[in-house]
Every structure is written in structure tokens, then in C-alpha cells.
């Protein structure tokens, strides 16, 4: 672990631990994974433009979201069975964030239940929400939460069917027997059935609702005061529906390219995005993000802040907590490095003017 120099490393030694099945599980995309490498790709293609002789001896990273102060724009993003990747799964995943002073955000299909997460400690918490066809079920999911103190929900719009995620069919990948969806496990949806193909593509078939629509969205506002964000908006026209339809923020992410393959990395529909909502919600990024300077271009780009997956499955299984706090500073770190080499003390400081990408028209410098 004192070797360990960024957060990519952390994939290596998780690849080495895990079973062939949970790690393919994690790691893969959909189809030929182009969108899962230009993920972090597309980071790549944007250069700063830092400014100098500022005084940078103080750096502020704190921010509110949805009004919750958090001391940095760093969040964690849901991603499913954590136990998979070490014994303490979920209630490591957060207790790290709560240490880091984050939130965390919860799957759905997590291998420990809302009260489980809830009872580790104090924290902000949201919730991600997969509406299944039994909407009383999805209701008295959404309830509790909401008496667990979670304080909003991530309704991932984006997997009405799930993508085509090749590693999994090879490996006819299911939960292992000794695991199961904790928040499904008191109405028996908490197993999943082995089969020929991937497992989970035979659950999320069978249970998820392929109707779901933006009116949905109104409906969840109904049961619920918690506010919804929309997570998997990539174009400016669903960002305005987002806005119509009262979501309380939108999070720009492809699904971790593991739905449609071939949709652009989300830094690269992050503006269009962005420009849509006309600063009336919040934007947030989900999505290839892997060092310090990744934030930075997102925040540049207009995001109010960014969530991390992988990262934080492939630490987890690594190092447990341990690794998952290890995590969250490194990328802290660098985001105070990048903040100060480019002149910039707040993150109201961070502008458009800070980055420039391969369409940017050249820029004249303005007369003195």
C-alpha cells in the first residue's frame, strides 16, 4: 500500500486478489469496450491554461451539494455486490467516505442493506434507485431510505435493458452463493438464478420496469420529499427534460460504458449537458475519473462536482477501507496540486478559461 503512487494502481493489485468472475465483472464494458476506454481517454485531450504569480499558500476545496457542505467535489458513485470485492463491502465503502467527509452513494443491488450502511456511523448518504415492475416494492424501497436518513435518491435512467457485457456471458457470472441483494432479500429477489448466459442480465430482464419514463420521474416526487437526481443524462435534449420534469440535479454518466458502448465519454457530453440546464440545477460527472487533475477539467467544464466507481471497487478489494480512504485522499491531493499550479484558491475560481479543448477557437489575448 506505502507504494502505491495513484489510484489506477489499485486495479493491478485487485486483479490479482479477486476470482477471474467479480473482477471481469467490475473492470468490463459493453460490447468492444471503446466507450470504456475513452472514458478515461477522453481526459487526455484536454490541456490546461494555468495562471501564475497568484497567491495559492491557502486552497479551499469545500463545497455544498444539494446544501450538504462535504469538503471536497469527490463523491462516491453506487456500484453494486461490494462484498464481492472484500468481506466489509458497503459498510467499509462508508465509513471511508464518512472519514473523507463525502458522500456516499448506495446501489441498489448492494450486498448490505440500507439499514446496514445507515447504522455504521454519521454520513451523507444517497440512494440509487432501479425501479423494478412492482412499484410498491420500489415505494417502500425509496421509504427506506428516507427513514434511514439517506438524503436523495439517484434514479438511474439509463438501464432499461442491460448492455451487452460480454465478460459476463463468458463467465456466466451470478452472485456467489454466499451473498445475496441484502435490500430484496425479505421478498426473495435477493438470489440470483445460475444460468447460460450472465446472470445478471436474466435478473434485470425478469425484474426491472422497461417502461420507465419521465413521468416516472413525477411519480417517484410524489412518494418521496427526497430530492431526485437523474443519473445518465448524456444530451442537452433529456438535460432539459431533467429541468421540466423538477429533478434537483442531473449526474452525466454513461453507466461506466457498460450499457450502450459507442456513446462518448461523459467529460465529452458534460458541456453540452451543462449549457442545457442554464445553471437552474446542479450537473454533476460519473465516469473514467482517476486522478486529481480528471476533477479539475470536470469543474472547468462546468460540473459541480464528480462521483467515482471503480476506484473505489478496485481499493476496496485491494485494502478494504484502508484502501478506499487511500483513495479518496490521493485524488484529494491532486486536486489541491492542480488547484494551486493553476492559480486557483476556490473552486468558484476554476473556470472555462482554465482549459482548452482541440475545437476551442485560438484565443487573442485581451489588451492590457
Given at each position: 500500500?506505502?507504494?502505491?503512487?495513484?489510484?489506477?494502481?489499485?486495479?493491478?493489485?485487485?486483479?490479482?486478489k479477486?476470482?477471474?468472475?467479480?473482477?471481469?465483472?467490475?473492470?468490463s464494458?459493453?460490447?468492444?469496450?471503446w466507450?470504456?476506454?475513452?472514458?478515461?481517454?477522453?481526459?487526455?485531450?484536454?490541456?490546461?491554461?494555468?495562471?501564475?504569480?497568484i497567491?495559492?499558500?491557502?486552497?479551499?476545496?469545500?463545497?455544498?451539494?444539494?446544501?450538504?457542505?462535504i469538503s471536497?467535489?469527490?463523491?462516491?458513485?453506487?456500484?453494486?455486490m461490494?462484498?464481492?470485492?472484500?468481506?466489509?463491502g458497503e459498510?467499509?465503502?462508508?465509513?471511508?467516505?464518512?472519514?473523507?467527509?463525502?458522500?456516499?452513494?448506495?446501489?441498489?443491488?448492494a450486498?448490505?442493506?440500507?439499514?446496514?450502511?445507515?447504522?455504521?456511523?454519521?454520513?451523507i448518504r444517497?440512494?440509487?434507485?432501479?425501479?423494478y415492475?412492482?412499484?410498491?416494492?420500489?415505494a417502500?424501497?425509496?421509504?427506506?431510505?428516507e427513514?434511514?436518513?439517506?438524503?436523495?435518491?439517484?434514479?438511474?435512467?439509463?438501464?432499461?435493458?442491460?448492455?451487452?457485457?460480454?465478460?459476463?456471458?463468458k463467465?456466466?457470472?451470478?452472485?456467489?452463493?454466499?451473498l445475496?441483494?441484502?435490500?430484496?432479500e425479505?421478498?426473495?429477489?435477493?438470489?440470483?438464478?445460475k444460468?447460460?448466459?450472465?446472470?445478471l442480465?436474466?435478473?434485470v430482464?425478469?425484474?426491472t420496469?422497461?417502461?420507465?419514463?419521465?413521468?416516472d420521474?413525477?411519480?417517484?416526487?410524489?412518494?418521496?420529499?427526497?430530492?431526485i437526481?437523474?443519473?445518465?443524462?448524456?444530451?442537452?435534449?433529456?438535460?432539459?427534460?431533467?429541468v421540466?420534469?423538477?429533478a434537483?440535479?442531473?449526474?452525466?454518466?454513461?453507466?461506466?460504458?457498460?450499457?450502450l458502448?459507442?456513446?462518448?465519454?461523459t467529460?465529452?457530453?458534460?458541456?453540452?449537458?451543462?449549457?442545457?440546464?442554464?445553471?437552474?440545477?446542479?450537473?454533476?460527472?460519473?465516469?473514467?475519473?482517476?486522478?486529481?487533475?480528471?476533477?479539475?477539467?470536470?469543474?472547468?467544464l462546468?460540473?459541480?462536482?464528480?462521483?467515482?466507481?471503480r476506484?473505489?471497487?478496485?481499493s476496496?478489494?485491494?485494502?478494504g477501507?484502508?484502501?478506499?480512504?487511500?483513495?479518496?485522499?490521493?485524488?484529494?491531493?491532486?486536486?489541491?496540486?492542480?488547484?494551486?499550479l493553476?492559480?486557483?484558491?476556490?473552486?468558484?475560481?476554476?473556470?472555462r478559461?482554465?482549459?482548452?479543448?482541440?475545437?476551442?477557437?485560438?484565443?487573442?489575448?485581451?489588451?492590457?
Amino acid at each position: 500500500m506505502e507504494m502505491i503512487t495513484n489510484v489506477s494502481e489499485f486495479e493491478k493489485i485487485a486483479k490479482e486478489k479477486l476470482p477471474k468472475m467479480v473482477y471481469d465483472y467490475y473492470a468490463s464494458g459493453a460490447e468492444d469496450q471503446w466507450t470504456l476506454k475513452e472514458n478515461e481517454r477522453a481526459f487526455s485531450r484536454i490541456l490546461f491554461r494555468p495562471r501564475i504569480l497568484i497567491d495559492v499558500s491557502k486552497i479551499d476545496l469545500r463545497t455544498t451539494v444539494l446544501g450538504f457542505n462535504i469538503s471536497m467535489p469527490i463523491m462516491i458513485a453506487p456500484t453494486a455486490m461490494q462484498k464481492m470485492a472484500h468481506p466489509e463491502g458497503e459498510f467499509a465503502t462508508a465509513r471511508a467516505a464518512s472519514a473523507a467527509d463525502t458522500i456516499m452513494t448506495l446501489s441498489s443491488w448492494a450486498t448490505s442493506s440500507i439499514e446496514e450502511v445507515a447504522s455504521t456511523g454519521p454520513g451523507i448518504r444517497f440512494f440509487q434507485l432501479y425501479v423494478y415492475k412492482d412499484r410498491n416494492m420500489v415505494a417502500q424501497l425509496v421509504k427506506r431510505a428516507e427513514k434511514a436518513g439517506f438524503k436523495a435518491i439517484a434514479l438511474t435512467v439509463d438501464t432499461p435493458w442491460l448492455g451487452r457485457r460480454e465478460a459476463d456471458i463468458k463467465n456466466r457470472f451470478t452472485l456467489p452463493p454466499n451473498l445475496s441483494l441484502k435490500n430484496f432479500e425479505d421478498i426473495d429477489l435477493g438470489k440470483m438464478d445460475k444460468t447460460n448466459d450472465s446472470g445478471l442480465a436474466s435478473y434485470v430482464a425478469g425484474q426491472t420496469d422497461r417502461s420507465l419514463s419521465w413521468k416516472d420521474v413525477k411519480w417517484l416526487q410524489t412518494i418521496t420529499r427526497l430530492p431526485i437526481l437523474v443519473k445518465g443524462v448524456i444530451t442537452a435534449e433529456d438535460a432539459q427534460l431533467a429541468v421540466q420534469h423538477g429533478a434537483a440535479g442531473i449526474i452525466v454518466s454513461n453507466h461506466g460504458a457498460r450499457q450502450l458502448d459507442y456513446v462518448p465519454a461523459t467529460i465529452m457530453a458534460l458541456e453540452e449537458v451543462v449549457k442545457a440546464t442554464r445553471g437552474m440545477i446542479p450537473v454533476f460527472l460519473d465516469g473514467g475519473v482517476r486522478r486529481g487533475t480528471d476533477v479539475f477539467k470536470a469543474l472547468a467544464l462546468g460540473a459541480s462536482g464528480v462521483f467515482i466507481g471503480r476506484p473505489v471497487l478496485f481499493s476496496l478489494a485491494a485494502a478494504g477501507e484502508t484502501g478506499v480512504r487511500k483513495v479518496l485522499q490521493m485524488l484529494r491531493d491532486e486536486f489541491e496540486l492542480t488547484m494551486a499550479l493553476s492559480g486557483c484558491r476556490s473552486l468558484k475560481e476554476i473556470t472555462r478559461d482554465h482549459i482548452i479543448m482541440e475545437w476551442d477557437r485560438p484565443r487573442i489575448a485581451p489588451r492590457l
